[in-house]
């Protein structure tokens, strides 16, 4: 997700002992390359991250999470994985305007 949508940001403080969780959507993907081969290194994100109403969702998307999150073995060779906490923090511009244009011609639901 954060590979083809370069607005996105990540939180990237220091992760504690929580497991990042994937929804059924985002399930199998790497949290950074979006790969889909070879996970290898459980995801751990920070305790900001999984405080409260956050703590189970995915962390790429915010959906309820179902699995856990694993970095693909290209990102752990690049050790992408010491970056920080991976979870995408906004929305991203897209989002947000899809979700205006539709409050625009009344499609949104609540």
Not at 42 to 64: A, M
Not at 78 to 106: H, M, S, T, W
């Amino acid at each position: 997700m954060a590979r083809h949508h370069p607005d996105l940001i990540f939180c990237r403080k220091q992760p504690g002992i929580a497991i990042g969780r994937l929804c059924e959507k985002c399930d199998g993907k790497c949290v950074i390359c979006d790969s889909l081969v070879r996970p290898k290194k459980l995801v751990r994100i920070c305790d900001e991250c999984n405080y409260g109403s956050y703590q189970g969702r995915c962390i790429i998307c915010g959906g309820k999470g179902v699995s856990d999150a694993y970095y693909c073995e290209e990102c752990t060779m690049q050790q992408k994985d010491r970056d920080g906490c991976p979870k995408i923090v906004n929305l991203g511009q897209a989002r947000i305007d899809l979700f205006y244009e539709r409050k625009k011609y009344g499609l949104n639901n609540g």
